[in-house]
């Protein structure tokens, strides 16, 4: 096999970073990928941990498009995104 495949279950021990502002967002393995119908990588779903209404039972997801991330690493997956760009949700 080709040395550029990467297994999810290997990568989710991964810390995801992004490089913009410093923020990290915990493992992927804490977070959600969603993939086309036709296979491609489209967004990261990111747990927003530093979210008040996590105490309140209301949890905040960050959308991030699969053109942010500039980077997968050997234990990090960088992202470069302002926060304008990410779509906010609450469930």
């Known amino acids: 096999m080709s040395e550029n495949i990467k297994y999810y ?3 989710e021990r991964y ?3 992004n490089i913009n502002d410093g923020e990290k967002y915990n493992y992927l393995s804490n977070n ?3 993939i086309s119908d036709d296979g491609n990588l489209k967004f990261l779903i990111l ?3 530093k ?3 996590s105490f309140f039972g209301g949890n905040e997801f960050i959308e991030v ?3 942010f991330i500039k980077k997968i690493g050997s234990r ?3 992202i470069d995104a302002e926060e304008s760009v990410l779509k ?3 469930v």
Do not use: Y
Request: charged share 35%; hydrophobic share 40%; no cysteine.
């Open 76 to 78: 990090t997956i960088i």
């Open 65 to 67: 498009p699969w053109d």
């Open 51 to 53: 979210t008040k209404f």
């Open 32 to 34: 959600d990928i969603v």
């Open 15 to 17: 810390e995801i970073i």
């Open 47 to 49: 747990n927003d941990t």
């Open 9 to 11: 279950s290997e990568m």
């Open 88 to 90: 906010k949700t609450r």
